[in-house]
Nanobody, 121 residues
Framework: QVQLVESGGGLVQAGGSLRLSCAGS????????MGWYRQAPGKERELVAA???????YYTNPAKGRFTISRDSAENMVYLQMNNLRPEDTAAYYC???????????????WGKGTLVTVSL
């Protein structure tokens, strides 16, 4: 099993920055692509950014130009640097990890419990 623990959320004014961190533990050999999702009140969970084992990032439109995803595979960490935050970025942010293609890893995405980001005007 893989455990993911997020940190770094908080309250910030619009235009400010936050850096989210996610620490992976357990059977870390099962961690493949890692990503950040978010879920605002009353809305569905959505992908923000993802990064492959090789370090290739992918961003969805809300993150492009403002957020940067990075990872330290040796430490099983993934980060999300968020700049120029807007009130619409307010959400619970969740770390995710896709399972590596090994039978022992299963087929279910691993999730953290989330960290809350609140952006005020």
């Amino acid at each position: 099993q893989v455990q993911l623990v997020e940190s770094g959320g908080g309250l910030v004014q619009a235009g400010g920055s936050l850096r989210l961190s996610c620490a992976g533990s357990g059977d870390t050999a099962c961690i493949s692509t890692m990503g950040w999702y978010r879920q605002a009140p009353g809305k569905e969970r959505e992908l923000v950014a993802a990064i492959s084992n090789g370090g290739s990032p992918y961003y969805t439109n809300p993150a492009k130009g403002r957020f940067t995803i990075s990872r330290d595979s040796a430490e099983n960490m993934v980060y999300l640097q968020m700049n120029n935050l807007r009130p619409e970025d307010t959400a619970a942010y969740y770390c995710s990890a896709s399972p590596a293609p090994r039978e022992v890893c299963g087929m279910t995405t691993y999730w953290g419990k989330g960290t809350l980001v609140t952006v005020s005007l």
